[in-house]
């Protein structure tokens, strides 16, 4: 195999310094050629006019920093909200000759879900959802009594709001432990003020499986393995969005273990329909999302043990799980391998 088709490329951000530790560990267990190599390097290092990038480079001697080639296969594992960063990812997934896996890996929530909303029999895995607007509350609350208030961008414990009626006229707001009551005159105003006017979607809300008194998150990591076909690398349980404020937020537990300690009755059903559903939107969704090649799914489960999609994302940014980091490098690696025998 030629030298310029053993080229595999990362970018990379500063939460993910292990990356190249990890990468090093990984060349060491996989059967890469002698002169294989990674390149790792951040958008902002490449030359454009030259197609030349400052980079880490390692190799099966070492790692050095250099200027190389840009190579020809490229897989993305951040987020990129500069501007400049925006427009150079931009750049180059246009570029001839150079392909980008995962050039996006937050997405709109709320064209997430009017994507999925047009997979056959989605609300049995979707809840119902509209844009954010004085109307479509008032229409919700008397619909639904309970409401997610989630962002159409960025969702984290500190922005995940839950809303409920509180008696005749008055309403419930709760930012994870932390609870705001007001009239239901009021409500919108008071919304409007807590989400500084971004964009959010209101979700019906569902009577969830809870994990010490939080909503359960649960995990999937899919994958596009060496034979391009979409595989789960690992999952998780979690319990972050909805936990603002507690001593319980950001624990991390086998979803199996966890589902099982919950309610065993449904554990099993429940953790192999959260797999089969993930595998089929991946399959799904890759028509609509340019170059993806890993999708993060978290669900909330209800407390008869279906579960609803929260959120998609793109390749993780934070691995609780050394061997859910390592599976997930590992099947990366493997789909470039893929694309790089295909030139």
């Known amino acids: ?186 409500l919108y105003a008071t919304l409007l003020k807590m989400i500084s006017g971004k964009r959010y979607m209101l979700v019906k809300g569902t009577d969830m499986l809870l994990s010490n008194g939080i909503p359960l998150q649960a995990r999937v990591y899919a994958q596009k393995n060496g034979n391009g076909v979409w595989t789960i690398a690992g999952s998780a349980a979690k319990t972050e969005i909805f936990s603002f404020g507690s001593i319980f937020c950001d624990m991390y537990e086998e979803l199996d273990s966890a589902l099982g300690r919950l309610n065993p009755l449904f554990a099993d059903e429940c953790y192999k329909r959260v797999y089969e559903l993930t595998a089929n939107l991946c399959c799904y969704l890759e028509y609509y999302l340019i170059g993806i090649g890993s999708l993060t799914f978290d669900f909330v489960v209800d407390k008869t043990g279906y579960p609803f999609v929260l959120q998609v994302r793109g390749f993780e940014q934070n691995f609780q799980s050394n061997a859910v980091r390592d599976a997930c490098y590992d099947n990366a690696l493997k789909y470039m391998g893929k694309l790089l025998s295909m030139d």
Do not use: W
Not at 3 to 26: A, P, V
Not at 64 to 84: K, Q, S
């Open 1 to 186: 195999m030629d030298t310029e088709h053993n080229r595999f490329g990362f970018i990379y951000g500063e939460k993910q310094g292990d990356l190249l530790f990890t990468l090093s560990e990984l060349m060491k267990g996989n059967e890469t050629s002698p002169a294989s190599e990674f390149i790792c390097f951040s958008l902002l290092d490449i030359n454009f006019n030259t197609m030349q990038v400052y980079a880490a480079k390692i190799t099966n001697n070492g790692i050095v920093l250099e200027t190389c080639p840009v190579p020809p296969v490229i897989y993305n594992f951040v987020y990129h909200t500069r501007l400049e960063s925006i427009h150079a990812m931009h750049r180059l997934r246009t570029c001839e000759g150079i392909t980008v896996i995962n050039p996006t890996n937050r997405f709109n929530q709320s064209v997430i879900f009017q994507i999925l909303q047009a997979f056959p029999q989605s609300e049995q895995f979707l809840l119902p959802f509209v844009s954010f607007g004085n109307d479509s509350l008032a229409e919700y609350m008397d619909r639904y009594g309970t409401l997610f208030l989630l962002p159409e961008r960025g969702l984290s414990q500190k922005n995940a709001v839950q809303v409920s009626g509180h008696g005749p006229g008055m309403a419930s707001i709760h930012t994870g432990v932390y609870e705001t009551v007001c009239d239901l005159s009021d």
